[in-house]
């Protein structure tokens, strides 16, 4: 059975920096693709970054293009989200997800995480 479990949430004030954390188990990952979308209140869901299992490849949502860094380690079966200099508009809850598809489109992915909540007061 894959899970994904996420951590690293928390609320924090404009500028200061946060890791998220995504343990994943279940099955070999190397031929997936490893996202993090988020999800404001009332808002759709929306990419944010993500990295190819082999390879390493990335991508990222122009909003948090040189802010956020997403890597793997593949020896913990884990990928990070390192977030800096956060604004109140990246308030929301953070998920992770797997997929053979990947890409930007929460669609191409399988499987899902809980979600954990980042709050980034002004």
């Known amino acids: 059975q894959v899970q994904l479990v996420e951590s690293g949430g928390g609320l924090v004030q404009a500028g200061d920096s946060l890791r998220l954390s995504c343990a994943a188990s279940?099955?070999?990952?190397?031929?997936?693709?490893m996202g993090w979308f988020r999800q404001a209140p009332g808002k759709e869901r929306e990419f944010v970054a993500a990295?190819?299992?082999?390879?390493?490849?990335?991508a990222y949502a122009d909003s948090v293009k040189g802010r956020f860094t997403i890597s793997r380690d593949k020896v913990k079966n884990t990928v990070y989200l390192e977030m800096s200099n956060l604004k109140p508009e990246d308030t929301a809850v953070y998920y992770c997800a797997a997929g053979v598809g990947g890409g930007r489109d929460g669609y191409s992915y399988d499987y899902w995480g809980q979600g954990t909540q980042v709050t980034v007061s002004s």
């Open positions: 990295v190819r299992w082999s390879g390493g490849t990335t």
């Open positions: 279940g099955r070999t990952f190397s031929s997936y693709v």
